[in-house]
């Protein structure tokens, strides 16, 4: 019951964060829309070198692949990753290649937690199952490298698709190695893979550009080393993702 109600609560809080968002965008196009006769911002489209900032809420989980260890063993029965909310803050640099091209940054503090959820058998009664979880809170570096592909303006109004990469450091990593409690170990350091959507809403002192990314995690982030518990013998490879939506003001 208490994994239902958490879960529930995730769910109307990612609802609420889209509602909010739906709202914004449709205000920002009202406005823009309402603008058709005014070029807002009209200098900005020639700057070399722009800057803003970026708050944003994300959601993320673990992909798990499950080990050799988990079939040949009966003791851990089912291994489930959670979603689980976050929050986040950084500072954009964006530098212009041509009228249809950026090269972007947002080296961005993030809040983060993932969970995983495991069932095992009962060492004093077989026939029962237990279940634990493990969550993993993240205070996270997160440093993404992509290129913005842009529509033609349509005067206030603009489109974007983002491609790219992403550089990522857990600070909480070495503190929860030492913790004997935890079912699972994870590295610092992970490397991934970014792509996204978002538009721009020209005003007359700057822009406002709300977007939805995905992340996906190419390196696999379990560290098996530093523990020897049956939790983690379960699993082959962890990697991360997460969806992240932010909402960029830009000068």
């Known amino acids: 019951m208490q994994t239902t109600n958490i879960r529930r609560s995730q769910y109307l809080l990612l609802r609420k964060v889209i509602f909010a968002l739906v709202i914004l965008f449709g205000i920002s196009t009202q406005y823009a829309l309402a603008q058709d006769v005014n070029m807002n911002n009209t200098l900005h489209d020639s ?3 722009y800057f803003g900032i970026s ?5 993320s989980q673990y992909k798990i692949t499950h080990d050799k260890w988990f079939i040949d063993h009966d003791s851990v029965t089912e291994v489930t990753p959670l979603w689980k909310p976050g929050l986040q803050l950084g500072i954009m640099g964006n530098m212009r290649l041509n009228s249809f ?6 080296p961005s503090f993030v809040l983060r937690e993932k969970s995983v959820r495991f069932r095992l058998k009962d060492k004093n009664d077989l026939t029962q199952d237990i279940y634990q979880t493990s969550t993993f809170e993240s205070i996270l570096f997160h440093w993404p490298f992509e290129a913005k592909f842009k529509s033609d303006r349509q005067t206030n109004f603009r489109f974007y698709a983002l491609l790219g990469g992403k550089i990522d450091y857990d600070f909480n990593s070495s503190v929860r190695k030492r913790r004997t409690s935890d079912l699972l170990h994870v590295k610092p350091w992970d490397l991934g893979a970014n792509a996204g959507l978002g538009f721009e809403f020209y005003f007359p002192n700057f822009i406002l550009a709300p977007e939805i990314k995905f992340s996906q995690g190419l390196i696999n982030i379990i560290d098996k080393e530093t523990t020897d518990l049956q ?17 960029h003001i830009q000068g």
């Open 47 to 49: 700057k070399k070198f």
């Open 55 to 59: 708050i944003g809420f994300n959601t």
């Open 101 to 106: 091209i950026d090269i972007r940054t947002i």
């Open 231 to 247: 939790t983690a013998k379960a699993i082959e490879r962890l990697n991360t993702r997460m969806i992240i939506l932010s909402l």
